[in-house]
């Protein structure tokens, strides 16, 4: 064999060991990662392990729950062979208190003094075969409650059953907060006290402390309200489009103080604007600014009759959306500046007067619960006249006063608006004034005095939802408690093609029904 050959031969072998020594070094590189993977699924085991077997103590025994005996777990962990080792229910122990803890820990239920109620819930598998189920333990879940003029404790009795390889325990009712301790009942209550009744979480939290030894922070009770204002949101939405789709409605705004976390030191002036339809709907919509952009997205879709006082954002909206937004004016507004220029002039009096007739003329219309065509009869009737005398008048008075002073004020505000003034006399579903929005807004006038502010921008949405709410049931004469209570209770298990059935319109109707159902029986 030639020495070409031979080096040629070598240079093979070379190139053969080269390849070899590669692959080994990546098969030695897959067996270390396989390696490593090998003892993270033996560490992740090991874990997980540790978990069931937690779990295992958890549900089954210890300090909350009854413990199972050995035939029990081993029934449950069949299949699963020396997985865990079999839990022993945890001796009861006093609760020993941390170091430097000087104080006792806050009770939230007071066992000695609440009435306790009961209710067993059976799974429907055993309720329709009850043969050759065993029951094996129970689960027990608490909640507090309202039922007036007492704080109850329900405790909710769930048996857990088993028969042959399954198991039935039924789920618990749906709550209006999930896995909250809190029934319908008290959270309607305390929904009542601070948005009706305008009493503070701080304040609510000292009386069921002191009247019924219940432990409820103004932060748990907060938590609350603000999953609450989440729940109802869906009513809300259907109440606000339904106004919307509306040709009249009535709107107003009032602000309100809040604290900006961004700006430390002061609170911030937010607003709460309302929109109304006269004896119907009231929706309440939270804005941080009183500029044209609250009120123009809200009315985007709307076209019909916007009856306000004499904010220039409204009238500017009306002249962009001409033949769609017709705007109506507020004769409350306008007499009230011929009351303030009543100690400046005394002409302002004969106004006062003459506005006044417009007033007694709706008065006997309210008395008599006139529809819109007789409204519209007796106005033509009897309003026309007065509006044809107060608008000579205030043309000759006009020229003699001086346009800075209070009656040169008040007759300017009304000429300007004149024609929107007296559109409510053919119209006879027109109101002369916007008073129900503005009474609508009250509560919460009434309400700031309590709370001076909001805590939180996003509070002021919440307070918003549930203002609508319960402006709404004022409307209609529903007690807000009862509402919000039946509110509670079926809501969170309702469907989304349900909601409407919430609103306290429909909440009044149906309750309409329900009660001739009973007088007639």
Not at 167 to 196: C, D, H, R, S, T
Not at 214 to 229: F, H, I, P, Y
Not at 336 to 346: I, V
Not at 471 to 499: H, M, Q, W
Request: charged share 30%; aromatic share 8%; hydrophobic share 35%.
């Amino acid at each position: 064999m030639t020495i070409e050959a031979l080096l040629q031969k070598f240079e093979e072998l070379s190139g053969r060991v080269s390849a070899l020594d590669k692959e080994n070094a990546q098969i030695k590189e897959e067996n270390h990662r396989l390696r490593e993977e090998n003892d993270q699924f033996k560490n992740d085991n090991r874990l997980l392990r540790q978990k069931l077997d937690l779990f295992i103590r958890h549900y089954f025994g210890g300090r909350r729950n009854e413990g199972l005996d050995q035939r029990q777990l081993e029934l449950l962990l069949q299949g699963l062979p020396n997985v865990v080792e079999m839990p022993t229910p945890e001796p009861k122990s006093a609760a020993v208190p941390r170091q430097g803890q000087s104080h006792p820990a806050r009770r939230v239920l007071a066992e000695d003094r609440l009435e306790t109620q009961e209710i067993v819930i059976q799974p429907e598998e055993v309720k329709t075969q009850p043969e050759g189920w065993k029951q094996i333990s129970e689960e027990r879940t608490s909640q507090l409650d309202w039922i007036a003029p007492k704080i109850i404790k329900r405790i909710f009795i769930r048996p857990r059953y088993v028969k042959a390889e399954t198991f039935a325990m039924a789920p618990l009712p749906p709550q209006p907060i999930a896995q909250g301790m809190v029934g319908p009942g008290l959270l309607a209550e305390i929904l009542v006290n601070k948005y009706e009744y305008h009493q503070p979480l701080f304040r609510q939290e000292k009386k069921f402390r002191q009247q019924f030894g219940v432990e409820l922070s103004r932060k748990t009770m907060g938590d609350w309200v603000k999953q609450a204002a989440e729940l109802v949101k869906p009513v809300y939405r259907v109440i606000r489009e339904d106004l919307q789709k509306g040709s009249y409605l009535q709107a107003d705004e009032t602000p309100i103080r809040y604290l900006d976390p961004d700006v430390k030191g002061q609170s911030q002036k937010g607003w709460l604007w309302v929109y109304s339809r006269p004896d119907g709907d009231v929706c309440f919509e939270w804005r941080l600014t009183r500029s044209r952009e609250g009120p123009e997205e809200f009315l985007k879709n709307f076209k019909g009759r916007l009856q306000t006082d004499g904010y220039g954002v409204y009238e500017s909206l009306a002249k962009q959306r001409t033949g769609e937004l017709t705007l109506v004016g507020c004769w409350a507004h306008c007499r009230r500046g011929f009351h303030e220029a009543l100690a400046e002039n005394k002409l302002a009096a004969w106004f006062v007067r003459q506005i006044g007739l417009l007033y007694a003329t709706e008065k006997h219309l309210r008395d008599k619960k006139a529809g819109p065509k007789l409204r519209s009869a007796v106005r033509a009737w009897q309003s026309r006249p007065v509006l044809e005398r107060l608008r000579r008048a205030m043309e000759i008075v006009r020229r003699r006063t001086l346009p800075e002073g209070l009656l040169g004020a008040a007759i300017d505000y009304a000429l300007k608006r004149w024609e929107a003034l007296t559109r409510f006399v053919d119209d006879g579903v027109l109101e002369i004034d916007s008073n129900l929005v503005e009474n609508s807004i009250r509560p919460s006038a009434l309400g700031k005095k309590n709370f001076l502010f909001i805590g939180h921008p996003e509070a002021g949405e919440r307070s918003a939802v549930i203002y609508t709410l319960l402006g709404s049931c004022r409307r209609y004469g529903v007690n807000p408690f009862d509402y919000l209570k039946d509110l509670f209770t079926r809501l969170p298990a309702a469907k989304i093609t349900e909601i409407a059935q919430f609103t306290p319109a429909a909440w009044a109707q149906a309750r309409a029904k329900h009660d001739a159902v009973d007088q007639a029986a």
